[in-house]
């Protein structure tokens, strides 16, 4: 039985090429990478969407945007599920802090880890009991504010410098996994908050290699 992870975050996750509205290929996003080096025995399953925040409406976007809202939706569609990869909060930054954009990320896991309850329907969502990995993003390149067409203040970048320690306490008291994606990939200079193509390569490795250690005893 194939192994089913999904990896439910924002741009980062969908594939945003830097500096356009354009989408990396399948074999270039982190997700499809990862995919490849986990092989047949694993299902990555994509749920990315450019502006999710973590709990947040956008006061300008429609409210689709807002994670929570949108997490039962997503786990019940790709049911059964082995493990849930949360990477979010980065978007959360366009009007808020890093502490309020980690209090959304806690509830996307407790929710998350209980799913059965949450989001009860005709079958399981969570084949073999709760397992969430939680992803602290990418940093913001300090140049932000430079970037004509962004939203994000001035501070967002030091906000999200914030996120590694922020999400590792959560997972401590959730008890779900962590990761820090900005141990191994960083945002383009180009507008400072998508990922280049090595930078998704890199975070691949990282998670393909924190999957098969969570989902080994499967």
Known sequence: ?????????????????????????????????????LGDEYVILEEGLSGRTTALDDPIEPDYLNGLKGLGYSLNTHKPVDLVVIMLGTNDLKYTTANIAAKGAAELVRRTMKADSFFAASSPVLRNGPRVLLVSPIRIHENIADVQWTSFPPNSAA????????????AEQTGCHFLDAADYAEPSTIDCLHMSEESHKNLAHAMADAIRSILADL
């Open 1 to 37: 039985m194939k192994k089913r992870v999904l990896c439910y975050g924002d741009s980062n996750t969908w594939g945003f090429i830097p500096g356009t509205r354009q989408r990396y290929p399948e074999d270039v996003r982190w997700t499809g990478i990862c995919q490849q080096l």
């Open 159 to 170: 906000e999200a410098a914030r996120f590694p320690a922020l999400y590792k306490l959560i």
